[in-house]
């Protein structure tokens, strides 16, 4: 343990400290970013919060997403219907038309290849309790790039910024130097939660989901 | 983009900045949430001129569906201004048109449009000029538009002489008035115009290395329709007529005249496009790609080529069977040069913009070329050999004079006076050349297979085409070829009106005449 | 009146033009030693004699043609007749022939023209190579304008479908048009091999 990183998370305190939380993109938008590898969908009134809360008209707890080695699995809890037919238990495939009740419909992606990550956008004009455009589902790495197979595609860029889980918690990794909380690092350091992270064509801030 | 402030700061007591927006003209653009949770943009206004805050004090509390609310004005501990407005959660239509650069669907371009102008008319009845209509202060959330920025644009368009302005994105929508310091509503008219060009088109009509090239564009060079869907030319055309006094009177004229041309209902309800039980699966955004075009053109063109072999084969067998005193040998001939003068009628005019008054003597200078060749094609269905670089052997039978035929034809009762071989000196190529060729240029052919002609048939233009070509018959050696120039010629008329589309020209409005009070 | 001032323009060039290229048709001339001067004929009677003469110069110039490469046109007695001989010809003596009879067999004799009817007749020959290359190519024409008729439909019924089904088949219109373009072609093409054959 090193004095300048002293919030650093250890691998037994890391779901409970980042089980979730809002990444803000100057310039692009903010994203509920998920860690869990089971995230529940429901209506934000419930006395358990559920991961991805959307402001519609659907239960507390109505359908649930695990990412198993074969894929995202939807498991519905109330009606859910995938690109128009009513479901239990499915797999989710890229593009698909998640409709929870009669009208919130959420789509699902997973724009990178290489990456399980996945991403929720709502398509129904319904909105996230917290006021972000999507919600990221992240295995292993998030990729915020030029590119349209990025999980957050931010077109000014010239590199992809990575986001990625190693042992002591989560990371980034940028080409070049980065700053994080006032701290010049290079290539690739630490995030904590909190963390603000200034690079030269990108600043983003990691805050946490209460 | 560099932001002064952070996520998590409040600058502006009460106000927690989430993230940074946007760098505007004005200043920073940041997203944050007030203490009880709502969700607000925050304009950092910079530069702290009073004329400023008066204009943006017209406009607080202005209240439509379509335009970007303004909460308040409030300044903080250093003296910093800040404009706390609605915060749109959808994306600028400058995201839109970047991700489709070849401009949206028509439908959703006159849809957008129609909120842009109530938008605007909102404005223009308060007495207040938008000034700075971009696609990057144009919103669209949840298929809404809504139109931001407004209030603020006196100083800019005051402050910062045209052609000046470093922001060369705020010049494409310049009108040309502006460059005389004229800045009434008409130069949101004219924006409006340039936006719809680039939704249709996804480029800005005038395009341009730096702000001087751009602004000269506007002054003096017309903008390029042919890109345009067909029904757009015309609106088009006249909200960005270079003179103020021409162009649309106001925003919702050119909204009604969108929405004709788009058949769409007068006036569109708005409300929030809540998905019904299971919403059909249309993207947000239909892009317009490259191969829809061209599949529509595609099919525009091959149908219309169709149906002009069909009409030229009808219209020549009826010829025929009513003109040819059983003779059929003439039909073959006429057949094909009806077709061949009613294709090369219709194709270039299907790749020519459909109106405009564009200089006729370019086309009349194809269509020349064109019934050159229509003359030569003749020569070759008659059996005569051309002079060809690679049989200089053979026998240049169309380059001797033509010599009357053995047999004097039997007689056409309809030509029965010209059935007199007049020049026989001249060679039959010279013959068929000067006859098409001068058909061709003499007539402006693609009157007869524009889009936007006065009626589908016409009459007049076809006793046109009989009349030089009556003319003109005594370029052709005999009574032979004399009927089947006539008669195709006659025919190719015919068969480009009833084949070529027809679409009724939007009515041109008529200027009210205001009668002088005494 | 701008398209009539246009219209003399393009007519003072084109007389112009005409006027240097005015040359007449050379037809090569006969040689002098192959030009058929009389043709005599035997028959039972005058008239008779007469039509078997006519007849005779009428192979006789259908052969010279053929000797000289034409072969288009075949001249008919009735052309013979009117523009080939000088007269109508005048009676020969008798000759007696014992193996057709007793009667004496009277002879006709028929003199060409001295004019150049030549030139005439290959001038004719011309136009019936001319006509009957009009027919070759009207006939190509046809066939050209129907396959491209075909094609056309093709593509329009390409278009209007995939724009009815909003583009959901097609890869499968395609692949069926492409077929139906394809078997279409190798029908012509099998009609065309057999008439080929046929012709053989």
Known sequence: MTHDTPTRPSPANLHEQLASFVLWIDGVGGYLVCLSHRVTLGHPQGETPVDVAVIADISRHHATIQRDPEGYFLEAVRKVHVNGQAMDKTLLRNSDRIT?????????????????????????????????????????????????????????????????????????????????????????????????????????TLERVH | MKFTYRSGQEPLPGYTIKRGIGLGGFGEVYFAVTAGGKEVALKWIRSNLDIELRGVQQCLNL???????????????????????????????????????????????????????????????HGI????????????????IKVGDYGLCKLMADSQHAGMTKDIGTVHYMA???????????????????????????????????????????????????????????????????????????????????????????????????SNKLPPEIPSVI????????????????????????????????????????????LVPIFFLTLASSWCVLIPTKLWPPIGRSDSWPRRLIHLTLGIGIGLFALWLEGYDLPMPWNAAARMD????????????????????????????????????????????VLRWWKAAQLYRGTRFSIKAMFAVMFWAFLLLFLLPSLHHREIGFVSLTLAAVVCQITAPWKERTPVRKKKVRLATA | MKQMFLTICGLVLLWAIAGASGAQTNVPALPEAMKPREVKAFGVDATKAREIAVNQATILVGKLLEENHYTSFRPDAKYVRENLLADDGKPGPDVRNDLVGDEPLKQ????????????????????????????????????????????????NAYVRINRLTRSRYARWLQVICVGVASVLLAIALLAFAMYFLAGR
Not at chain 1, 160 to 172: E, M, T, Y
Not at chain 2, 129 to 144: M, S, Y
Request: aromatic share 8%; hydrophobic share 50%.
């Open chain 2, 398 to 441: 169309a380059l001797q004079p033509w010599q009357a035929p053995f047999d004097p034809p039997t007689g056409m009762r309809v030509f029965g006076v010209l059935d007199r071989p007049s020049n026989t000196s001249m060679p039959i190529l010279t013959c068929y050349i000067a006859y098409f060729g001068l058909m061709f240029l």
């Open chain 2, 129 to 144: 000029v938008h000034r700075d209509l971009k696609p990057a202060n144009i919103f669209l959330e949840n298929g809404i």
């Open chain 1, 100 to 204: 929870l009740g009669n009208s919130c419909q959420l789509q699902f992606w997973q724009p990178v290849p290489v990456s399980t990550s996945a991403r929720l956008d709502i398509v129904s004009g319904h909105r996230f309790v917290q006021p972000v455009q999507a919600a990221l589902l992240m295995a292993d790495t998030l990729v915020i790039g030029p590119a349209s197979q990025s999980h957050v595609q931010v077109a000014d860029m010239t590199q992809a910024l990575i986001v990625f889980r190693n042992k002591s918690g989560l990371a980034v990794r940028w080409p070049g130097p980065l700053e994080i909380n006032g701290v010049q690092h290079r290539d690739r350091a630490a995030l904590m939660p909190g963390a603000v992270v200034v690079t030269e064509q990108l600043t983003l």
């Open chain 2, 176 to 274: 040309p008035e502006i460059s005389t310091g004229n800045y009434n509503r008409q130069i949101d008219i004219y924006a409006v115009g340039v936006l719809l060009y680039e939704m249709l088109t996804g480029n800005v009509p005038f395009e341009g290395e730096s702000a001087g090239e751009i602004l000269m564009k506007h002054l003096t060079a017309a903008p390029d329709l042919s890109r345009v869907p067909k029904e757009f030319v015309a609106i088009l055309e006249k909200a960005l007529t270079k003179n103020p006094a021409n162009r649309y009177a106001s925003i919702m004229e050119l909204a009604k005249d969108v929405a004709i041309v788009m058949k769409q209902p007068g006036s569109i309800v708005m409300s929030l496009p809540v």
């Open chain 3, 108 to 155: 006709w004799i028929v003199t060409f023209k001295d004019s150049n009817w030549w030139q005439d007749v290959v001038r004719r020959d011309y136009e019936a190579q001319r006509v009957q290359r009009a027919a070759v190519r009207q006939s190509a024409a046809k066939r050209f304008v129907v396959a491209l008729l075909v094609l056309l439909a093709i593509a």
């Open chain 2, 63 to 125: 209240k439509h569906p379509n335009l970007v609310h303004l909460y308040d004005v409030r300044a903080d501990a250093q003296g910093h201004h800040w404009l706390v407005m609605e915060y749109v959660a959808g994306e600028p239509l400058s995201a839109i048109l970047a991700r489709h650069p070849n401009g949206v669907a028509p439908e959703l371009a006159a849809q957008w449009l129609q909120g842009l102008a109530q938008a605007i008319h909102c404005l223009h009845e």
């Open chain 2, 287 to 330: 892009p317009v790609t490259p191969a829809m075009l061209f599949q529509d053109r595609l099919a525009d063109l091959t149908g219309n080529l169709l149906w002009a072999i069909v009409a030229s084969a009808a219209f020549s067998l009826l010829w025929t069977l009513v003109f040819g005193a059983g003779d059929y040998s003439k």
